[in-house]
Nanobody, 135 residues
Framework: QVQLVESGGGSVQAGGSLTLSCSASGWTANPSCMGWFRQVSGTEREGVAMLYRRDGSQYDGNRYFADSVQGRFKISRDITSNAVLLQMNSLKPEDTGMYYC???????????????????????WGQGTQVTVSS
C-alpha cells in the first residue's frame, strides 16, 4: 500500500526559507511524477512544483514550477532516501497554505509529466503539511 508522508512545514517570516520532504512508503513505480500542490481554504488546489523522477538513477527528468514560485523554489530528489524535497526560499505571505505531496506512475521514459498541474492526473496524495508565512 502506497503512503505519501510530508514533513517540514511550519511558520516562518517573509523572506525566510523552509524545506518540505515527501517520503513514499510502498512506492515501486518507476519512472513517476512526484511533487507538490498547495491549497488555501476556499480555493482550488494549485500545482507548485513537480519532478519526473527515475529511481536508481542520478538523473531525473523535467522539473516544473508555478509561475508564482519560479526562481524561488527548487524541487529535487534525495538520492539516498528517494524523498522528494521542495526547497522554498524568499517566502512570501501568499505562499501560505496546506502543501500536499502528489504522485503518479509514468508509463514511458519521456522525462515529461505532461499536464503536471492537473490534480486529476495524480493517484496518490499525502495528508498535507501547513506552511504559514507572516509579513
Amino acid at each position: 500500500q502506497v503512503q505519501l508522508v510530508e514533513s517540514g512545514g511550519g511558520s516562518v517570516q517573509a523572506g525566510g526559507s523552509l524545506t518540505l520532504s515527501c517520503s513514499a512508503s510502498g512506492w515501486t513505480a518507476n519512472p513517476s511524477c512526484m511533487g507538490w500542490f498547495r491549497q488555501v481554504s476556499g480555493t482550488e488546489r494549485e500545482g507548485v512544483a513537480m519532478l519526473y523522477r527515475r529511481d536508481g538513477s542520478q538523473y531525473d527528468g523535467n522539473r516544473y514550477f508555478a509561475d508564482s514560485v519560479q526562481g524561488r523554489f527548487k524541487i529535487s530528489r534525495d538520492i539516498t532516501s528517494n524523498a522528494v524535497l521542495l526547497q522554498m526560499n524568499s517566502l512570501k505571505p501568499e505562499d501560505t497554505g496546506m502543501y500536499y505531496c502528489a504522485a503518479t506512475p509514468r508509463t514511458s521514459y519521456s522525462y515529461d509529466c505532461g499536464s503536471w498541474a492537473d490534480t486529476t492526473k495524480y493517484i496518490y496524495w499525502g495528508q498535507g503539511t501547513q506552511v504559514t508565512v507572516s509579513s
